[in-house]
């Protein structure tokens, strides 16, 4: 007996110790954020807009209409001085307390990221309620406030819809924030975000959102311009963000031909000239021809030639086009920086602080070769084959 209170008394006396606090807030208690937005008003007050999921909203929405949609979220909107200020005042008007752990997007007006993200980023960066796994978007012409009060038919929000349309048009979601912070730390490499529009439809109230470029930003996290889809997609390809989508190639006084492109890949090599760093980018990929509105015969060796070359052109010139953009903008959004650094750590050092003139001198040449895979079952366009009578 007096063995087991030898055993027992540590215990009751540990138990006296224990605070026993209760500090679990329930899921029913607290509103779930599913989208963010930050815009800059002409006052130069900060507007914060939470777009709050609002559950009882799943009864009785089979029908799908617009209207059912819209009550799945509903938006608050917070104005301050600072971007702290601006957010808390959006809690006052709850009646549950925030929670943002499940929040993946982060939208911004243009205004704003025109003026500048170092506040947001400082603020962000530092709160523990923070997704680092989240994405970022500006929103082209626009306030994020629009993007968040925007009724999309497809998904449950808004803030959904955006971070899949961004899925699928290539980029990587979840990590946007991610890059946009390695970037800052990155000597020499300009960050950048996705950028999206809004448009409303002719006659009607419903508005569409589309994906439009890349936002890119100088050394003081301010908008400096934009790349448009076609450089977006050089840009995504040159850094392995991207692995197929689809072109028009023209064919000289031929046509045009429509291809899917996949397995692209690309390689950047760097050599010091003179002390000056020439770069050699190399693009691979596999392509298979959806649609042929030429006369040529792709099963004839010449024909096939000729659209091979085509291809390989297209290829060229876009990439050129686009890093032709980025230099004369002197920001290095690609990170050829890393390359040097990499292969010539001395001649980086001397370097690294004029690097956005360097860069916009440097030597960057390209070359393609692609591979075509399939060309359909037809040779020619079923159009343009000529009638045998």
């Avoid at 138990?15 to 130069?44: F, P």
């Avoid at 900060?46 to 909203?57: T, V």
């Avoid at 960050?191 to 050394?219: H, R």
Wanted: hydrophobic share 40%; net charge neutral.
């Amino acid at each position: 007996m007096r063995w087991m209170l030898h055993k027992l008394l540590p215990l009751l006396v540990l138990s006296c110790l224990l605070t026993g606090c209760w500090d679990r807030v329930e899921l029913n208690d607290r509103a779930v954020i599913l989208g963010w937005g930050m815009d800059k008003e002409q006052d130069g007050q900060y507007l914060a807009s939470a777009m709050i999921f609002i559950p009882q909203s799943n009864n009785n929405n089979s029908d799908g209409d617009l209207a059912s949609l819209s009550k799945h979220f509903e938006v608050f909107t917070g104005k301050g001085r600072s971007i702290m200020e601006a957010a808390n005042q959006i809690q006052p008007k709850l009646s549950r307390t925030i929670f943002a752990g499940n929040r993946r997007m982060i939208v911004i007006g243009e205004s704003m990221a025109r003026d500048g993200l170092s506040n947001i980023l400082d603020e962000y960066s530092r709160n523990k309620d923070v997704r680092l796994r989240t994405d970022m978007i500006i929103v082209e012409k626009g306030t994020a406030l629009s993007l968040l009060k925007m009724v999309y038919p497809l998904e449950d929000s808004p803030a959904t819809g955006a971070l899949k349309i961004h899925e699928n048009t290539g980029g990587l979601a979840d990590k946007a924030m991610v890059y946009f912070l390695q970037a800052i730390n990155d000597p020499g490499k300009s960050p950048t975000l996705p950028q999206l529009s809004l448009s409303s439809k002719e006659q009607s109230q419903k508005q569409e959102m589309q994906m439009t470029g890349i936002a890119v930003f100088d050394n003081n996290l301010k908008m400096k311009y934009k790349l448009n889809v076609d450089e977006t997609h050089s840009f995504f390809w040159l850094t392995k963000k991207i692995n197929k989508f689809s072109i028009t190639v023209p064919i000289k006084e031929k046509g045009v031909i429509n291809v899917d492109m996949h397995r692209l890949s690309s390689k950047i090599a760097v050599k010091l000239v003179d002390g000056k760093p020439q770069f050699e980018v190399k693009l691979k990929g596999d392509v298979m021809i959806v649609e042929n509105e030429t006369a040529l015969h792709l099963d004839q060796m010449e024909d096939f030639r000729k659209v091979k070359e085509a291809l390989n052109l297209k290829c060229k010139t876009d990439m050129e086009a686009f890093l032709h953009h980025i230099q004369q903008e002197k920001t290095d959004v690609v990170g050829f920086n890393g390359y040097i650094h990499r292969k010539y750590p001395r001649t980086w050092r001397k370097m690294e602080p004029t690097w956005g003139p360097d860069f916009a001198h440097a030597s960057i040449k390209v070359q393609a070769n692609m591979t075509l895979r399939q060309i359909g079952l037809t040779g020619t366009s079923i159009e343009n084959e000529e009638d045998p009578d």
